[in-house]
C-alpha cells in the first residue's frame, strides 16, 4: 500500500491551500446543521402533504370503517433524519390521514324488492329492445284474389301482402287446427225438422276434416232413420248397429271400417236404415257409441232427429261440450230455436249454452237483415254467437254434398261456424 495514502486522503481541509491533485475526489460540502436558521424555520414548517394541496381538491373525509384500525401517527422518514443530522427535527402537527379521491356518485335510487317495477327506467316497456323495432317484419305472400296475381305476374318481386279477407281466413283456419287437449263433441239440435241440422252438421264437420290433421267423425243419433250417411257418404253400409255388435273393435283401422268418408275425410257413422229390422236407440246405447268413438277419434259431431225429448237426448246433452242450434231466416223457424233455447234453460244447460251457438239457416232463399238483425238482438245474450248460413241451391237440394261445389260465400260461412266453435277447444274449456 502507498504509506502517502492516508496522509494524501485524510489530511485536513485547512491544509486546502495546496494545490489539489486532479485525480483527487472532490470535497463534500459542509454539512448543515439545525442551529442554522436557514434550515431550522423550513424545517420546522415543512408537511410532506403539501406538495399535493394545490392538484387534488378538497374532498371531505369519509367516515372511517367500524371495522378499520386507527391509522398511525406519521413519522419522518429515518433517511432524512439520517441526512439532516443527528438531532431529530420539530414533530410537525398531527394531520388526520387524507381520504382517497371518491367518485362521485350518480343519483339512482334502487326500488327495493318486490317494489313496483315502474320505478326503475330499466324495466319500463320503452326501454326493452324489441325485435319489431330494428327489423321489418316479413310480409306473408298473398295466396288469393288480385294481391296474388300481383305478386307472380311481378315473379314474386310485388308483394303486397295478404289482404284483409285473406287474414281473416287465416285466422279462422289458426283456430279450427288449434290442438284438443281430449276430447271434444258438438250437437247439432232443433226442436223443428227441415231446417237444416243434418246439411249444417255434414258442412261443419267437413271444414274440421278437411283442415285438421286427425281423423273427425259424425254420429247420426237421429232415432226415426236419419240420413246423415246418404249426405256424407251414400256408399257406406255399416250402422251403429254392426259398430256396435263387434267387440274386437281396438285399432283405428277396425274402426274405420265401420264408417263412410267423403272426399274432404269426414267419417260418419250412419244410423239404422233397416225399416224391416228397427232398432231402438237408447241413451246407454249412445252413450256406448260415444264412449267407444272417442277412442278413436277426437272430435266427433252428432246429428240429432227433432223429438228434443227422446230419451237418447238425455245421453247426447249429457255429453255434449257444444251445441248448434239451427233455426231458419223465416219467423218459424227463429221461433223454433228460440224455443229450443228456453228448453235447455229449464234444464240449467246455461254453462253449455255459453259455448254453442245459434245458426240461421236461410234455405228458402228469403233472409232480411232487418229480420236477422232483430233474432240476433234477441238471441245473443242467451248464447255464445249468432250466425247465419246463406242460401245456396246445392246445400238445399243436393242428394250428396259436394263441399267444393258450394259457393264460396257458404264455404266461408262454415268456415267462420267451425272458427267460433273451435274457440272451446283450448284451455280446456269444456274438453273431456
Excluded at 485525480?23 to 408537511?47: C, G, I, N
Excluded at 324495466?123 to 294481391?147: F, Y
Excluded at 266427433?300 to 227433432?306: E, F, S, Y
Aim: hydrophobic share 40%; glycine share 6%; net charge neutral.
Amino acid at each position: 500500500m502507498d504509506p502517502n495514502f492516508q496522509s494524501r486522503y485524510l489530511e485536513s481541509t485547512d491544509e486546502a491551500g495546496e494545490t489539489a491533485d486532479p485525480l483527487a475526489e472532490p470535497q463534500m460540502p459542509p454539512t448543515p446543521t439545525l442551529d442554522d436558521p436557514s434550515v431550522a424555520e423550513p424545517m420546522a414548517s415543512y408537511r410532506p402533504e403539501d406538495q399535493y394541496t394545490e392538484i387534488l381538491p378538497a374532498v371531505p373525509a369519509a367516515p372511517p370503517h367500524r371495522h378499520a384500525a386507527e391509522p398511525a401517527a406519521r413519522s419522518a422518514p429515518p433517511a432524512a433524519a439520517a441526512q439532516w443530522g443527528t438531532r431529530p427535527a420539530a414533530t410537525p402537527p398531527a394531520v388526520a390521514p387524507r381520504a382517497p379521491a371518491v367518485r362521485p356518485q350518480r343519483d339512482w335510487n334502487p326500488s327495493p324488492v318486490g317494489g313496483s317495477a315502474r320505478t326503475s327506467t330499466f324495466q319500463t316497456g320503452s326501454a326493452i329492445l324489441r325485435v319489431e323495432d330494428v327489423a321489418q317484419p316479413r310480409k306473408l305472400p298473398p295466396e288469393m284474389g288480385w294481391r296474388k296475381t300481383v305478386y307472380v305476374g311481378s315473379g314474386k318481386l310485388v308483394n303486397l301482402g295478404a289482404g284483409p279477407a285473406e287474414l281473416e281466413l287465416r285466422a279462422n283456419i289458426d283456430a279450427i287446427t288449434a290442438n284438443i287437449p281430449g276430447n271434444y263433441t258438438i250437437a247439432v239440435v232443433s226442436m223443428k225438422g227441415g231446417v237444416g241440422k243434418t246439411r249444417v252438421t255434414a258442412g261443419l264437420g267437413t271444414v274440421y276434416a278437411n283442415y285438421r290433421t286427425e281423423p273427425v267423425i259424425s254420429l247420426d243419433a237421429n232415432p226415426t232413420y236419419g240420413n246423415l250417411g246418404r249426405l256424407v257418404d251414400p256408399s257406406a253400409t255399416a250402422t251403429v248397429r254392426e259398430f256396435m255388435s263387434d267387440d274386437q273393435v281396438t285399432t283405428y283401422p277396425m274402426a274405420r271400417s265401420y264408417t263412410g268418408k267423403n272426399r274432404q275425410g269426414l267419417e260418419v257413422l250412419p244410423g239404422n236404415q233397416n225399416v224391416a229390422n228397427p232398432m231402438v236407440l237408447t241413451d246407454d246405447l249412445f252413450n256406448a257409441v260415444i264412449a267407444r268413438a272417442r277412442q278413436f277419434y277426437q272430435l266427433a259431431l252428432i246429428d240429432c232427429g227433432p223429438h228434443i225429448e227422446h230419451r237418447v237426448m238425455r245421453s247426447v246433452l249429457s255429453q255434449a261440450d257444444a251445441l248448434v242450434i239451427v233455426g231458419t231466416m223465416g219467423f218459424d223457424g227463429a221461433a223454433a230455436a228460440e224455443t229450443t233455447l228456453d228448453w235447455l234453460d229449464a234444464r240449467n244447460s246455461h254453462e253449455l249454452l255459453r259455448r254453442s251457438v245459434v245458426v240461421l239457416n236461410d234455405g228458402h232463399n228469403n233472409a232480411d237483415s232487418e229480420f236477422l238483425s232483430t233474432v240476433e238482438k234477441s238471441l245473443s245474450p242467451r248464447v255464445g254467437a249468432v250466425k247465419s248460413i246463406p242460401f245456396d241451391k246445392h246445400l238445399r237440394d243436393s242428394h250428396t254434398l259436394d263441399f267444393t261445389a258450394l259457393q264460396k260465400r257458404t264455404r266461408l260461412a262454415f268456415i267462420d261456424l267451425a272458427a267460433w266453435l273451435a274457440k272451446g277447444f283450448t284451455g280446456n274449456v269444456g274438453a273431456r
